[in-house]
């Protein structure tokens, strides 16, 4: 289609299928066309993948003018404006990276009208001379892509976002479009309050995303673990591996090559032509791995990606329907699998502890993470606490996630967390010391070494009163505990705590009930003297 003839093809159904070559809309596509094609404000919430970006490029074909998309992702840019130049539509974008001369051609196309896209990055709103070129030329919409930026208790909040409420100060006549896949009310109340979108029509989709299968693992030897899943469920296939620092990337994306598998690193700390590369790469090739911290994935469109695997426990919900969701844009089956230990409470609590920031700030934190830590101690369908998080309320379990498919058992555990606090109970007499969950599980398990005999521990009365568990059931007896508020951790060394709601168990006024740990329980029980 010629761009002209674009101009008079009022209908979005007509250009839906010349232009983008499909037949026929998903979802609310079409009502929110509609609505922003006659003017009005919109705020959408659609999950990874469910096609948002036609909810504001066909209304810039639509309407007269250019749309301006506001986006963060300028490396993608160039791949955004190719693949709709590919199918005829006239699009450019404006970013730090271009020379002067591309630069000054996207002004010239935009001013002249021969524009239906222009990408710009949030910073350049800040710059009088692009809102002075703006003032010259005629906006037909304003598209705030992955608009949770502008959220403040989010990961992926950007300062320049919050300029963007002057949009509507200076051009107010002009309709704007935010649209993200983040789906709590609380961020789609923020994203609205901050972007002064007051009368913006919400458009909020289901979140499910029924080809994936939720699986959360105890962590025992994570590297091993996820070798396991990738040779027995997708070898060959391409996935993310989630690790939280650079040098866990580092070690994982080497650990899977010298394992045959074909794995990329990727994290801030590598430099940007790296980063760009492994990107590329992974984009266009099939069946790599790529091995990442969290500054990974936001806006990557590969369909086919089978696998998202954290090795480290997710800060919130959020993060992880976000990075999960990276998985199966195409509808086929994929994974999202998570090996979540006692360790990750223990540093994630730590790094709240000693995060920046003021009490409120910090409290926030921790209500993310004990969400999370909900929906991994959880007995009950992973589907159905997931989008009872995002404000859905599913009534039938999914069949598609671990819990489902492998119900786990759960047991009542107040006898074992009382043990469990008593130790924890007799040792905080010696404050001054550095007793972790590891020295608090071998008194309970009643093993002669060095630490105990030096602090004379086999004389305490909690000494080897929990021989009924193995090493590995006691350590999920803490992870649960630490993850109810039950117990919490102490400074650098990750001391064992009481808190005010141990009280409630030791005393009896509270039971405890626990899912039992699913991985080989019985091995590890058997192996015992
Ligand atoms: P999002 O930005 O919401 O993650 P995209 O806009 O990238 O999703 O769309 C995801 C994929 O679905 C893209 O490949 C897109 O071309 C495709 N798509 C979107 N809408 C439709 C539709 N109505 N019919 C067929 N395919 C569609
Ligand atoms: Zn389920």
């Known amino acids: 289609a010629s761009p002209t003839d674009l101009r008079t093809a009022s209908d979005a159904l007509a250009v839906l299928g010349r232009v983008f070559g499909y037949d026929a809309f998903r979802g609310f596509q ?25 909810c504001y490029q066909i209304p810039a074909l639509v309407r007269d003018g250019v749309a301006v998309v506001v986006s963060p ?34 002004e010239a196309a935009f001013v002249a009208g021969e524009l239906d896209l222009l990408y710009l990055a949030p910073e350049a709103l800040g710059v009088r001379s692009t809102l002075a070129l703006l003032d010259r030329g005629r906006i037909s919409l304003f598209a705030i892509d992955e608009a949770h930026c502008v959220s403040q208790w989010g990961h992926d ?49 289901s979140f ?57 690193p990727y994290h ?39 696998f998202v695997a954290h090795l480290d426990l997710p800060k919130s919900v959020e993060g992880y329907y976000q990075e999960t969701g990276r998985a199966g844009r195409d509808g086929l089956p994929s994974t999202a699998w998570l090996a979540y230990g006692l360790q990750d409470v223990v540093q994630q609590r730590k790094m709240i502890e000693t995060s920046d920031g003021d009490l409120a700030h910090r409290r926030n934190l921790a209500a993310h993470l004990d969400a999370m830590l ?17 404000g859905e309320t599913t009534t039938a379990a999914c069949g598609n996630c671990d819990t489902c498919l492998t119900p786990p058992e759960s ?21 001054n010391q550095r007793f972790g969950a590891g020295h608090c599980i071998d008194i309970l398990l009643g093993k002669q070494n060095d630490k105990i005999s030096q602090y004379g521990h086999d004389s305490l009365t909690v000494f080897g009163i929990g021989s009924e568990l193995s090493e590995a059931e ?29 009280a409630d168990v030791l005393a009896r006024r509270r039971t405890v009930t626990m899912r039992r740990e699913p991985e080989k329980p019985a091995s590890s029980r058997s192996s015992k003297p």
């Open 374 to 390: 909900a929906l991994c101690e959880t007995v009950r369908c992973r589907r159905v606490q997931l989008l009872e998080y995002f």
């Open 474 to 502: 006691w350590r999920g007896v803490v992870r649960q505990l630490l993850a109810e508020g039950l117990l919490a951790v102490e400074g650098d060394y990750g001391t064992l705590a009481l808190t005010e709601a141990s």
């Open 73 to 106: 992702l300028i490396a993608l840019m160039q791949d955004q404006v190719d693949a709709l130049t590919a199918v005829g539509v006239r699009a450019g974008f404006l970013n730090s990276t271009q020379t002067l001369d591309a630069r000054r051609r996207v």
């Open 157 to 205: 909040f950007r300062p320049d976002y919050l300029a963007l409420s002057m949009l509507h100060e200076r051009w107010p006549q002009v309709p704007r479009i935010a649209l993200t896949a983040t789906a709590t009310s609380a961020t789609r109340t923020e994203i609205a309050t901050r972007l002064k979108l007051d009368d913006a029509r919400h458009f909020v989709a």
């Open 268 to 306: 801030a700390g590598l430099d940007a032509g790296t980063r760009a590369r492994n990107q590329q790469r992974f984009l266009r090739e099939d069946g790599l791995v790529m091995v990442a911290t969290i500054a990974f994935g936001m806006g990557i469109d590969k369909p086919d990606v089978r």
């Open 411 to 431: 047991w009542d555990g107040t006898v074992a967390a009382q043990k469990l606090l008593s130790a924890v109970f007799r040792l905080d007499r010696e404050r």
């Open 30 to 54: 079409q009502d929110v066309i509609d609505h922003v094609v006659a003017g009005g404000d919109a705020l959408v919430l659609m999950p990874t993948g469910g096609g948002k970006s036609l």
């Open 208 to 264: 499910d995303r029924p080809n994936i299968q939720y699986r959360i693992v105890p962590k025992r030897e994570p590297r091993k673990q996820l070798l396991t899943l990738l040779r027995d469920e997708h070898p060959g296939d391409a996935g993310i591996v989630y690790c939280l620092s650079r040098a866990s990337v580092d070690k994982t994306a080497e650990f899977l090559t010298a394992n045959g598998v074909a794995a990329l």
